[in-house]
């Protein structure tokens, strides 16, 4: 439960960064592509080598499995930004949130996870609460299609770590982490390539911030995985970190929580402890 907790804590200095940056940086694709440098850095330390391809039989396994979570990454990035500009912010944030659902159903389907009574309950609550906080603003309406590749795109991404828990080589976790960033960082390229997006010093210090808490939290939830269900887990991950995020707003941001928020984060409260029962 350490480790879930400690993701936790790391995706929600992630948001803080991210919401830092805004006022001293124009952040874009230049911004993530540094923040992917720094994963791949941190991947490589941890590896305890300065192989990106150590000798083994099972590393081919890592190499497809972290490639295949690289494109889902930086496919749910570039889906979020395209449904901002047509769907506005509020469903954009509700489904991109809502793809825990992902992980949550291939768990059970998949891998013969079976949540208890509570813990279905929690999981329903959790969604509930994903909802209603980001609800009750005047919302842009544009292309469904597209808010649910959002969603199945970024739940993807989490699917991947459940299935290199099952199926994927122990000793290489690092490296297939490595391989994630590694290409998630090669399309990002690209991607400012294409765009002709250019960046300064501000965005390479908020891209090498943003990258620690983000290699940390890809990296104890891949951890928390050995010891936490994914039904459990992935569903406490996404509430727990709204929670976080949330009293670090209204404590260093000052920033106000309607009715409706308070009463969502009741909720995720009562979920949370209903799915770690």
């Given at each position: 439960?350490?480790?879930?907790?400690l993701a936790m804590v790391s995706?929600?200095?992630?948001?803080?960064?991210?919401?830092?940056?805004?006022?001293?940086?124009?952040?874009?694709?230049?911004?993530?592509?540094?923040?992917?440098?720094?994963?791949?850095?941190?991947?490589?330390?941890?590896?305890?080598?300065?192989?990106?391809?150590?000798?083994?039989?099972?590393?081919?396994?890592?190499?497809?499995?972290?490639?295949?979570?690289?494109?889902?990454?930086?496919?749910?990035?570039?889906?979020?930004?395209?449904?901002?500009?047509?769907?506005?912010?509020?469903?954009?944030?509700?489904?991109?949130?809502?793809?825990?659902?992902?992980?949550?159903?291939?768990?059970?389907?998949?891998?013969?996870?079976?949540?208890?009574?509570?813990?279905?309950?929690?999981?329903?609550?959790?969604?509930?609460?994903?909802?209603?906080?980001?609800?009750?603003?005047?919302?842009?309406?544009?292309?469904?299609?597209?808010?649910?590749?959002?969603?199945?795109?970024?739940?993807?991404?989490?699917?991947?770590?459940?299935?290199?828990?099952?199926?994927?080589?122990?000793?290489?976790?690092?490296?297939?982490?490595?391989?994630?960033?590694?290409?998630?960082?090669?399309?990002?390229?690209?991607?400012?390539?294409?765009?002709?997006?250019?960046?300064?010093?501000?965005?390479?210090?908020?891209?090498?911030?943003?990258?620690?808490?983000?290699?940390?939290?890809?990296?104890?939830?891949?951890?928390?995985?050995?010891?936490?269900?994914?039904?459990?887990?992935?569903?406490?991950?996404?509430?727990?970190?709204?929670?976080?995020?949330?009293?670090?707003?209204?404590?260093?941001?000052?920033?106000?929580?309607?009715?409706?928020?308070?009463?969502?984060?009741?909720?995720?409260?009562?979920?949370?402890?209903?799915?770690?029962?």
């Open positions: 439960m350490i480790y879930l907790i995706s929600m200095l992630v948001a803080v960064f991210m919401r830092l940056s805004e006022k001293y940086s124009r952040g874009g694709t230049g911004m993530l592509a540094v923040n992917y440098v720094m994963c791949c850095a941190l991947s490589l330390a941890f590896s305890g080598s300065i192989n990106l391809f150590p000798a083994s039989e099972e590393l081919p396994s890592a190499l497809m499995l972290g490639g295949i979570n690289g494109v889902l990454y930086l496919a749910g990035f570039v889906l979020l930004q395209w449904n901002i500009s047509k769907n506005g912010v509020v469903l954009p944030s509700t489904f991109m949130k809502l793809g825990v659902l992902v992980p949550t159903v291939i768990s059970m389907i998949v891998f013969g996870e079976q949540p208890g009574a509570a813990q279905i309950i929690g999981i329903l609550m959790a969604v509930a609460a994903i909802i209603l906080i980001n609800g009750g603003e005047k919302q842009k309406t544009g292309s469904a299609p597209g808010l649910v590749l959002l969603l199945l795109a970024g739940g993807s991404g989490d699917v991947m770590s459940k299935v290199y828990e099952e199926i994927g080589p122990a000793a290489l976790k690092d490296q297939f982490l490595l391989y994630t960033f590694m290409t998630a960082l090669i399309l990002c390229a690209a991607l400012c390539i294409a765009k002709k997006q250019s960046f300064g010093w501000k965005e390479a210090l908020f891209g090498l911030l943003v990258g620690i808490p983000n290699y940390f939290s890809a990296r104890f939830l891949l951890l928390s995985l050995k010891d936490v269900p994914a039904v459990v887990a992935y569903p406490s991950f996404s509430v727990g970190t709204i929670v976080l995020v949330t009293v670090v707003g209204v404590l260093c941001f000052k920033e106000k929580l309607s009715r409706r928020k308070m009463i969502a984060l009741g909720v995720i409260l009562v979920s949370l402890a209903l799915l770690n029962l």
